[in-house]
């Protein structure tokens, strides 16, 4: 904007306002303390035009720095802090629990020698076929599944040792107990007696895992069922380790099958229930080990479905409960998961025959 404003003209003026206060300025005039004065004063004209832009320039400054402040992060002060996790905190483990009965679930015919049998698909939790599978019977030697399950949870060291004796030997000869040949005075791995337990079926190994962990058998079996409890079986109940025969010893198909999907869940079961041989640690009794074979696979394979493979299980037989299989297995293509639980087969050949043809025909 020029200085002629609005038809008057000022610049006459500044020019003779500025010569006074110069001349003035110049004079000599000393203060009392004789200093001269050093502040010069100099008439200084603004232009509308730059007021204008200096005032334009401040508003944009402030609306940028109100901007900028609303936009910054929260101050150590004022954030609001966030709870962070512990390693203490344990993560819920999704339990196993009973597969649905659906349109499509097969009724298994008499053709099947077993008397009570379930096949699960564990990948949809579907049951895939079934007979009489939610009746309570003698479970046998499938007991075991839960013992080692239980022996593992409540166990720290699977190197800690147990010192077998007499007094859990003998009476167990006496009962025609399946024995894993452990020597009076022999000390023994938890490792050790979980395979033991699972692969020839030995009842002193069961016993021995419940004296070390619990103090006796009995407060042992208070813990299975427990574990009963907190598995929401419906028709189980566990009165020993080795499943040797009681009426207050029983369980059904599709209880069993709950159990071993529990089972294998567990790294260290899933191990030991599809090992085929395991040799146990060096001892004077026994200076290269004792080789064990499982009772499972000495009479399978486990690829004799072709389209699925039975990957591991436990077998059981006394006179009450005829023979029994529980085994996991999966599609070879779809991967589906399997398990498969037969209890009161009539003989042994017929019992693994019987599970052979279930993943054959059911595992797809």
């Excluded at 008057?8 to 206060?21: A, G, Q, V």
């Excluded at 004079?27 to 004065?37: A, E, H």
């Excluded at 103090?215 to 409890?229: A, D, H, P, Y």
Aim: aromatic share 8%.
């Amino acid at each position: 904007m020029p200085d002629n404003f609005e038809d008057k003209h000022y610049s006459d003026y500044f020019k003779k306002l500025e010569n006074n206060i110069s001349s003035d300025v110049k004079r000599k005039t000393k203060s009392k303390s004789g200093v001269k004065p050093s502040r010069k004063y100099r008439v200084i004209r603004i232009r509308p035009a730059f007021l204008i832009s200096v005032v334009a320039v401040i508003t944009v400054v402030v609306i940028v720095a109100c901007i900028a402040g609303r936009a910054a992060p929260e101050t150590p002060e004022t954030q609001t802090p966030v709870a962070e996790e512990t390693t203490s905190e344990k993560k819920t483990v999704k339990l196993p629990v009973y597969a649905e009965y659906t349109d499509e679930t097969a009724e298994i015919t008499d053709e099947s020698d077993s008397k009570n049998i379930i096949v699960i698909n564990t990948t949809d939790n579907t049951v895939v076929a079934a007979r009489d599978a939610e009746t309570p019977v003698s479970p046998a030697s499938t007991t075991k599944v839960m013992t080692i399950l239980t022996a593992v949870e409540n166990c720290d060291d699977l190197n800690s040792t147990f010192t077998m004796s007499y007094e859990v030997t003998d009476p167990l000869y006496l009962s025609e107990a399946t024995l894993a040949g452990f020597s009076d005075g022999e000390s023994v791995t938890v490792k050790d007696l979980l395979y033991g337990a699972i692969l020839p079926s030995g009842a002193d190994a069961t016993v021995g895992l419940a004296i070390k962990i619990a103090g006796s058998e009995e407060n042992f079996v208070k813990l299975m069922n427990k574990k009963v409890k907190e598995l929401n079986l419906k028709n189980t109940h566990f009165s020993n380790t080795s499943g040797l025969y009681s009426e207050e010893n029983y369980t059904s198909a599709h209880d069993m099958a709950v159990i071993l999907q529990a089972a294998i869940s567990n790294e260290v079961c899933k191990e030991v229930l599809s090992t085929y041989k395991y040799t146990t640690a060096s001892t004077p009794q026994h200076p290269e080990g004792i080789e064990l074979s499982s009772t499972l696979f000495s009479y399978m394979y486990g690829t004799e479905p072709e389209t699925a493979t039975i990957i591991g299980g436990k077998t059981g037989y006394i006179n009450e409960s005829g023979y029994c299989i529980a085994t996991f297995g999966e599609n070879n293509t779809t991967k589906n998961e399997y398990v498969a639980v037969t209890f009161g087969g009539s003989s042994l050949w017929p019992a693994f025959y019987g599970q052979i043809e279930l993943y054959k025909e059911y595992a797809k």
